[in-house]
């Protein structure tokens, strides 16, 4: 299995594309942190499913805004797991609305918790990963960070901070032998998207006049995470049916 003997830290990971990318990864032979907020059901679902692939598997509540949080979660996991290979920096919120009356606690939020919350968990990953010369980071974005979108300012800017911070990672880490790339996902069928109608005028925009699932991040995201992508860093892979060209 190609990530036999790997332990991969997913935050965000109990519902959504953070649970099919544990499931991913668990089902190539991972060992997962489910790395989560909000209800403890989705988490132990998760990690019951995980455990049924025959993987090792547990679940951490963490505010990903808080950095002693984040540090006290990330020592956690190395404690019970032993160490963190991967890091997938999935966790993230909206909170959409026409910029002349977005609030600063909306913008705030969605910075926090998109943009730095991947910060301090690369931040607490960062030296384990110079210490061992491997190491991946996957950081989700989305194509809004990179054509932006109506009533998205915030989470545009989130996204689009993402982009970079990866490739000033990747220059950092690169020669330590880690990487750190994008994927930014476009139209993909979570809760998140679930009003969105196929005759919308913007789904209608997508090439391939589809949604696409969370497994199709999913695969993208085992390949970064996998041997295959060793020579492959600071990259965004869009994962959007051809929405963004």
Request: with cysteine; glycine share 10%.
């Amino acid at each position: 299995m190609k990530l036999e003997g790997k332990i991969a830290l997913v935050t965000g990971g109990s519902q959504g594309l953070g649970k099919a990318i544990a499931l991913k990864l668990a089902e190539n032979g991972a060992d997962i942190a489910v790395v989560y907020v909000g209800p403890e059901e989705p988490a132990l679902e998760t990690c019951r499913e995980i455990e049924a692939l025959g993987r090792r598997v547990k679940s951490y509540v963490c505010d990903v805004r808080d950095e002693q949080a984040v540090e006290a979660t990330v020592e956690a996991v190395r404690n019970d797991l032993g160490k963190v290979d991967i890091l997938v920096n999935n966790a993230g919120v909206t909170r959409d609305g026409l910029m002349v009356g977005m609030k600063d606690a909306d913008y705030d939020l969605v910075l926090d918790i998109n943009l730095k919350g991947a910060f301090h968990m690369a931040r607490a990953c960062y030296r384990d990963f110079m210490r061992k010369k491997a190491g991946k980071i996957i950081n989700i974005s989305s194509i809004a960070g990179l054509v932006g979108n109506v009533g998205q300012v915030n989470y545009a800017a989130s996204k689009a901070g993402l982009i970079g911070m990866s490739k000033s990672i990747a220059k950092e880490l690169g020669s330590r032998g880690v990487c750190c790339n994008c994927i930014a996902p476009g139209f993909i069928a979570t809760d998140m998207t679930k009003d969105i109608k196929e005759d919308n005028l913007l789904l209608q925009q997508v090439p391939m006049k589809k949604m696409g699932t969370p497994e199709d991040v999913a695969n993208v995201a085992l390949f970064l995470a996998s041997p295959e992508s060793d020579y492959i860093t600071g990259e965004t892979i869009r994962v959007d049916g051809g929405l963004a060209i």
